[in-house]
């Protein structure tokens, strides 16, 4: 089963000898040397998380419907038909509060421009929170075959709040209430109980997007599958949730979570499946994913599956099987299946060294200071094909980013902070580093310690 698994990867990432599938079957380590780590994690074609590099992007001038304000992709999304495509300028700011809940009709393609020629993709964002049983979200499906591509959306609560969940209205991003909905080379953050809704998971593709900032305490799932058939989740690149992927118990609720990338700031366990002794869902497949952060377990299974869990192929920072994977499936194991996985973090060997400098990294505020990551280097033989810089110096609970190699940041409050890159190479693959950053007081004043 494990050689047939391995040589179907082999086939789609580049089609390398039999000989190397028998070998990574046998040991996963000698195949890092004949095969490079981004190839095995990444054989898509397309960066991990979409953006620069990302192939498949609409244009303006092939689309029926060009949008640029709330009112304009109302009345598109009420007139488009199959075979339709909407799309959104790349440099539109759309505010949709208050006019949440749109259907998408079935087979329409809702677009944006994320990663041509530098481009961040238009913006859509809504306030709207609304009672947790009414499920509301942003955009809905409103037949089958429904694609969302290349656009930005924001929600309105990025913080991680307390326990006491069930007195805070909810916002959701995206819901499926069809089959085979796609949505890729999108970045989605700030929706405090999915950010993707899969209420009907059959066929969905959920790919190559960069979703973060969803982790409300007791909700905060990136993607949730309810039921309905399976979902592939694949290539995504996945930041401050609560869960990245979870699913429930039902009888119809399958899904497969291949290529995606949990980088370093997990607020609980990265995938969840949950359940019971008797009924945790169908399959679960997990395999070909990075985990970075050992703080938590990377896998929740909460139960036994009607059909099969199967995880293989990871790459675990934790220390070994116990911390990566929290198992309260009880004595019935016949239908788990974990293997060929690494732990220890032996994949950062070869992530990308980012590199970055700061000049002044420390002044007085207001203090403006160039940043510089051109230094930075892939340490395959490949290029850094794509920057993003985290600034955490504001009231906001996602901070401020950069995208650009040099770019300039003004601190205008003191404080000492620790600004992030993250540099990436072209499967997606990001390293990080972290750089000081101290703001006195003007005047001489003083700044305490970090507690």
Not at 93 to 118: E, W
Not at 292 to 312: C, D, M, S
């Amino acid at each position: 089963m494990t050689s047939n698994m391995r040589f179907e990867f082999i086939t789609v990432a580049k089609a390398k000898a039999l000989v190397v599938a028998i070998i990574f079957c046998t040991d996963l380590r000698p195949a890092l040397e004949a095969e490079s780590f981004s190839e095995q994690l990444n054989p898509t074609g397309d960066p991990i998380g979409g953006g620069p590099g990302y192939r498949d992007i609409m244009t303006a001038g092939k689309s029926r419907f060009v949008v640029a304000t709330s009112q304009e992709l109302v009345a598109a999304i009420g007139e488009a038909g199959a075979g339709d495509t909407i799309y959104v300028r790349d440099d539109a700011v759309i505010d949709m509060t208050g006019s949440d809940d749109q259907a998408i009709p079935g087979g329409v393609t809702l677009a944006s421009g994320r990663g041509r020629k530098g481009s961040l993709g238009a913006l859509i964002f809504s306030n709207t929170l609304s009672e947790g049983n009414k499920f509301m979200p942003l955009f809905r499906t409103g037949g089958k075959d429904v694609r969302i591509t290349g656009l930005r959306m924001r929600g309105p609560v990025a913080e991680v709040g307390d326990a006491d969940y069930s007195l805070v209205k909810i916002a959701n991003g995206i819901k499926s209430d069809h089959e085979d909905l796609q949505v890729d080379n999108c970045e989605l953050w700030a929706w405090n109980k999915w950010s993707i809704d899969l209420a009907v998971a059959g066929g969905a593709n959920i790919h190559h997007n960069y979703i973060h900032h969803t982790r409300r305490w007791g909700y905060g799932y990136g993607v949730w599958v309810r039921g309905g058939g399976k979902a592939l989740i694949e290539a995504n690149l996945f930041d401050f949730c609560r869960h990245h992927i979870g699913s429930g118990s039902q009888a119809t609720s399958s899904y497969e979570a291949r290529y995606n990338i949990c980088l370093d700031h997990d607020v609980q366990p990265s995938f969840d499946r949950h359940g019971s002794q008797k009924k945790a869902g169908y399959d679960t497949l997990i395999h070909h994913n990075e985990f970075r952060n050992p703080a938590y377990p990377a896998i929740l299974l909460r139960g036994n599956p009607l059909g099969e869990a199967r995880f293989h192929h990871n790459w675990f920072a934790h220390a070994n099987q116990k911390a990566g994977i929290d198992d309260r499936r009880g004595k019935q194991r016949e239908k788990i299946h974990i293997h060929d996985n690494v732990y220890g973090y032996a994949s950062s060997r070869f992530h990308p060294k980012a590199v970055a400098t700061a000049a002044p990294a420390v002044g007085a505020a207001p203090l403006t200071v160039q940043f510089d990551g051109s230094e930075s280097q892939d340490r395959e033989g490949g290029k850094v094909a794509a920057y993003r810089w985290n600034f955490p110096d504001t009231p906001s609970a996602t901070g401020v980013s950069a995208y650009t190699v040099k770019p300039s940041y003004r601190f205008n409050e003191p404080g000492r902070y620790l600004v992030e890159l993250y540099a990436s190479n072209e499967y997606g693959i990001p390293g990080l580093t972290r750089i000081p950053v101290t703001v006195h007081p003007p005047k001489g004043g003083y700044i305490s310690a970090p507690g």
